[in-house]
DNA sequence: ACATTTATGTTGTCAGTGTCAACATAAGAT
DNA sequence: ATCTTATGTTGACACTGACAACATAAATGT
């Protein structure tokens, strides 16, 4: 009988999966107060180990941050597919409209994780991954789709996503920032969304 | 005869306008290194002052931040109001497609800068000025103006104004972090950007 | 089973930074 | 001329990222 030392069976070494641990009490600091207080030293201190244990998993700050931000797309991902889910697969515009929403709504929930998501040029994976690609694709797949059914030009694919994307993500960015002015009505920012990727596929129809 | 100790004639104390001098410094660095080099440490070296000087001028290393940011938004209207300069008055529409190209082309053009301008919630100026506020205040003129000539809906302008900005904001956003995708054709945002509004007040028209 | 290698974790240390207090000096006001 | 205030300097402290040297447990080979 070996001694409980760690509760995960895939618990490999030593203390049991830190990296996992450091990863999730990063999310913490994140959520709690903001980029800036997500410090290799504070997350040590909380997951209680020494100062430098981190280092064994991550190379750099700079290497957790881009860890944090991959997960965060694999997040906004499974978000996104979850949403769109509920939506007849023979409605692809309305599934954009989803998206937006579900998008909008993703990020006013996790502000700095979103803000750390976009906060820069893209850190290349170590693995060759690239999770916002995917998510990229997935959209251009709905965009595609709408084309198909002739509620979009049968123009290139990736423009229209491009600026489907852009819209979504400014404003959610915007709305982030408390930089959408005279939110007296509805107000709620993911109806803004809906509403102006209604508008924008109107403009984009054949 | 005074002896010439500063140039500027403004120049009020011993060493000249520092304030002046470190705010165009950290904007060099800005440019230079990035967000995450504008340190005031460093800014006081290149200045010639003691490390602690800076802190007669800015209460804070946040509050250096935030007046570099007013100064961003103070340089994009400039540049937003040049470029319209150029384009008929009779011609709104025209206008916030040039708005659109200019833009993006600042955030290209500058994005270090950019990117602090909306990193995160404005902080409140000390004086009381907004100076977001009145570059969105000029572009829902020029949405007002489209609005009378038949152009756009007449509905909320703020809410169009809104919807524009976030397009704008988000194209120079992913563009200045190189996530837009497949940029193989002309490849300029600003077209992208131009292109996008086009689609978005056509979608808006009556 | 044992020795060897490798993966993790710890301790100690250094430079760089933000911030403050105490002090120094020049400009303006009385 | 003196006083007050604005500005700049010195010195200090805590915190952080990063590295080197060391310690130990897990994996691996024989």
Do not use: C
Not at 71 to 76: I, T
Not at 186 to 197: C, K, M, Q
């Amino acid at each position: 009988m070996s001694r409980p030392r760690a509760v995960k069976k895939e618990a490999p070494y030593h203390h049991g999966d830190l990296r996992r641990v450091i990863l999730e009490t990063a999310l913490e600091l994140l959520a709690e107060k903001g980029e800036s207080s997500v410090t290799l030293r504070e997350i040590a201190r909380r997951a209680g180990v020494s100062h430098a244990a981190p280092y064994r998993h991550f190379s750099d700050h700079r290497a957790l941050l881009a860890a944090l931000n991959d997960e965060g797309f694999m997040a906004l991902r499974h978000a996104l597919e979850a949403a769109t889910a509920k939506v007849s697969a023979a409605a692809p515009v309305s599934r954009l409209l989803v998206v937006a929403e579900t998008y909008v709504d993703f990020a006013a929930a996790n502000p700095a994780r979103y803000r750390l998501m976009f906060a820069g040029p893209r850190h290349a994976a170590p693995d060759g991954s690239n999770v916002p690609a995917e998510v990229f694709a997935y959209v251009a797949g709905l965009v595609a789709e709408a084309q198909a059914q002739g509620a979009l030009r049968q123009e290139n694919v990736k423009l229209m996503t491009n600026m489907i994307w852009a819209t979504v993500h400014g404003i959610a960015s915007l709305a982030l920032n408390q930089r959408l002015v005279g939110t007296e009505t509805g107000d709620n920012s993911s109806t803004l969304a809906r509403e102006a990727i209604a508008a924008l596929i109107k403009g984009l129809a054949p």
